[in-house]
């Protein structure tokens, strides 16, 4: 079974910390990870996926496949970082997502 | 190039009552997706079709029925609805490599905000 785990629901730090959002996985085989940012009354998108191994908008994940985790960092938070995030799991040929429970976050002045 | 676009935004409806979300898509993608968000539940996936002519189940299917038109178009149904189907729906589409691949990723629309009363 596939599953997909985000401990925290709400995360808030302050403008300048360094964040870092959990995402810890279940799945036996290869898994395609993704993270998806939904921005206030917008339609969920891609911010970005293990395979790239790039930065967006000064966002990072690594997998880490001993401990099955995708955790997102950022070393300086920035306000309009502030939004629900999502980490997915994509199994080996599977044609869907699964998604985790989505943390939002929130930015303090 | 409006990607995926779906229908109502926003819909009331009584308890017993039924009507279709609509859902299409305009990238000649072959999968197609319907999700609910609820808070703290996160998006669970109700159906999906991975090509034309097929369906499955996904992980709440119970009270929804879903239609593969044709390739751009997926159309979800709640037959009697219920306050518990009280939620915000995605529609999504997708290709997908069948390895890693730089392109992988899944598309959503705008939402639909459906309250049950």
């Known amino acids: 079974a596939q599953r997909v785990t985000q401990p925290e629901k709400l995360l808030s730090v302050f403008k300048g910390a360094p964040v870092e959002l959990k995402c810890n996985y279940s799945y036996s085989g290869s898994p395609e990870l993704f993270w998806y940012v939904q921005y206030s009354r917008q339609r969920l998108q891609l911010l970005l996926r293990h395979i790239s191994r790039e930065s967006i908008k000064g966002f990072t994940a690594d997998l880490n496949k001993g401990e099955t985790s995708f955790h997102l960092k950022k070393p300086f938070a920035q306000e309009e970082d502030s939004a629900m995030y999502y980490c997915?799991?994509?199994?080996?040929?599977?044609?869907?997502?699964?998604f985790g429970q989505g943390t939002r976050l929130t930015i303090n002045p | 190039n409006a990607g995926v676009t779906q229908t109502p935004k926003f819909q009331v409806l009584k308890t017993g009552q039924s009507m279709t979300l609509q859902c299409a898509q305009d990238?000649?993608?072959?999968?197609m997706y319907w999700y609910r968000q609820d808070p703290g539940m996160g998006l669970r996936l109700i159906y999906y079709?991975?090509?034309?002519?097929?369906?499955d189940k996904g992980e709440v299917p119970n009270g929804y029925n879903v239609s593969r038109l044709n390739k751009r178009e997926f159309s979800l149904r709640l037959e009697s609805a219920a306050p518990s189907q009280t939620s915000v729906y995605f529609c999504?589409?997708?290709?997908?490599?069948?390895?890693?691949?730089?392109?992988?990723?899944?598309?959503f629309g705008e939402g639909s905000w459906l309250t049950v009363v």
């Open positions: 990238m000649n993608h072959n999968s």
């Open positions: 999504a589409s997708s290709d997908w490599a069948n390895g890693l691949a730089n392109g992988n990723t899944i598309y």
């Open positions: 079709s991975a090509s034309e002519g097929t369906t």
């Open positions: 997915a799991l994509r199994g080996q040929g599977a044609q869907k997502l699964v």
